[in-house]
């Protein structure tokens, strides 16, 4: 049997219908993320007024038809959106480490409520960035938490495969905005696309009462036998969980923890358990790239975070109708579509790769792809080649779900001890967002100046770059057991002990 049909029956049967729940409500955090990166791409010339057309309801509609904006503009109001990102991203690691998961997910999804509802009712520029915001915020936050989240209810051996169903749902969020795009850019209806992920994100904090907080932060939090029953819940009865609460390094018998209630009532400021490393304060943002300790994990997390962005592949996502317009004018919104599909089933197909292959190899073939792919649209495009062009997009974005695509969500779980994790998602997806700050204000700018494509020898000079670096610093995960392992720091650290 091939190891890749092995690693999917081995899915099918530790996925417990209660556990496929959990992931398809969750995940809709990052569904948002890919929404919102997308919903302004194939209605941008309606929205901005460079294209008139009548829509289904627009006599009914009191709204403005359009919003009167330039090419500089535009970049901002879509740039804008990283910034509330940015925020989201900082603030949510610290909130989710002291309030727990479940609660700051159900504050996400309330920002990806409201910020909707400002964009779908905007009447000019402000408003419309106001929404974008706001959304902003609730996104950032939900790629910090969800796969943080998702690594901690996954059963142990299919991590890096569950991991990957946060890029499979951020795909997904973009396809579904390039089709609303694809039918709806015309008139007032564009309002509708927006509109859309506020109805969505509404469904999922009222789904979110049906979903249990993470077991295992319940059990670092002093609750192992509520951790035990949750985790029971989502196994199943047949799935012995002996060893995955031995690896929570908490005990889990009512007179340990009543012995532990009672220790901490005679002796304040003192946390004992039965194993020292369950007492592990969380790490802040600043401490852990402050402390040597974890500073190597959050540099390899930075470095693979830009490495995702700065390649290029949210310049396909957010401006590829307005790119390849001018090259493919019939065909250039139904083959944004196309790409956004195609990107969902290779992240789809793909995610058991890192299981079977490692995760570096899967981001080293990616940053690969990616960088010849961007040599080649950036031929295709000078010399007007329209196959060149189709071929290259596509291969760039295939590329991009092999490994850049899913990959960086599931590392930061891996670098580091649980007592960092938060903190050190939150630094990778500051660096996600920042570089998708760049990608989205400066690439339509760049390629303006430059012209012609010229701007993908830049995303391909920058995937030599990273290529070079993660090829150096950052460690393989696949197989190992603890940050220690990972960084080789295993039996330095039993001797201390």
Not at 183 to 188: A, H, I, K, V
Not at 339 to 357: E, G, R, Y
Not at 452 to 478: D, S
Request: charged share 15%; hydrophobic share 50%.
């Amino acid at each position: 049997m091939a190891p890749q049909e092995t690693l999917y029956r081995s899915l099918v049967r530790d996925t417990t219908a209660y556990l496929a729940f959990i992931l398809l409500i969750t995940t809709i955090g990052p569904l948002q993320f890919g929404f919102h990166l997308a919903e302004l791409n194939a209605p941008q010339d309606v929205i901005t007024c460079k294209k008139e057309s009548i829509g289904a309801y627009d006599k009914d509609v009191k709204l403005p038809q359009c919003i009167d904006m330039n090419t500089d503009q535009f970049a901002v109001v879509s740039s804008i959106y990283t910034l509330g990102g940015l925020l989201g991203a900082l603030a949510s690691g610290p909130c989710c480490n002291k309030y727990g998961r479940l609660i700051t997910m159900r504050l996400i999804s309330l920002f990806l409520v409201i910020g909707p509802a400002f964009e779908s009712s905007a009447s000019n520029i402000g408003l419309l960035s106001f929404g974008r915001v706001i959304s902003g915020v609730g996104a950032g936050a939900a790629i910090v938490v969800v796969p943080i989240y998702i690594s901690e209810i996954a059963p142990p051996k299919e991590k890096g495969l569950f991991g990957a169903f946060t890029q499979v749902m951020i795909n997904m969020g973009i396809l579904i905005a390039q089709l609303l795009g694809y039918f709806l850019s015309r008139g007032n209806l564009w309002r509708i696309i927006l509109g859309t992920a506020g109805i969505i994100s509404l469904t999922q904090l009222l789904a979110l009462f049906l979903v249990p907080e993470s077991p295992k932060w319940l059990a670092e939090h002093r609750k192992p036998q509520l951790a035990r029953k949750i985790l029971r819940k989502i196994r199943g009865h047949r799935v012995d969980l002996d060893e995955e609460v031995k690896a929570w390094n908490v005990d889990s018998s009512e007179q340990d923890i009543e012995e532990e209630e009672t220790l901490l009532e005679a002796s304040a400021g003192t946390h004992p358990t039965s194993n020292p490393k369950a007492a592990k304060a969380s790490i802040g943002i600043l401490g852990a790239f402050l402390e040597p300790q974890y500073r190597p994990a959050v540099i390899a997390v930075i470095a693979v975070m830009l490495a995702q962005q700065l390649t290029g592949i949210n310049s396909i996502m957010m401006y590829s109708v307005s790119l390849l317009s001018e090259l493919l004018p019939t065909t250039a919104a139904l083959l944004t579509v196309a790409v956004s599909a195609l990107n969902v089933i290779i992240t789809t197909v793909c995610a058991p790769l890192s299981d079977k292959i490692g995760r570096k190899p899967c981001i080293m073939l990616s940053i690969a792809g990616m960088g010849t792919s961007s040599i080649m649209l950036a031929l295709g495009i000078y010399y007007s080649v329209r196959v060149l062009s189709t071929i290259a997009t596509l291969t760039f974005v295939a590329s991009f779900g092999v490994g850049l695509g899913p990959v960086p969500f599931i590392l930061a779980n891996e670098l580091v001890g649980p007592e960092a994790v938060g903190a050190t998602q939150s630094w990778a997806l500051a660096a996600n967002w920042i570089a998708t700050f760049l990608v989205s204000q400066f690439f339509p700018i760049l390629n303006k100046r430059l012209g012609r494509g010229r701007v993908y020898y830049v995303f391909a000079g920058f995937a030599v770059l990273f290529a070079g670096f993660i090829a150096w610093w950052v460690p393989e995960t696949k197989g190992k057991h603890g940050a220690e392992e990972v960084w080789g720091r295993k039996e330095a650290r039993e001797r201390v002990e």
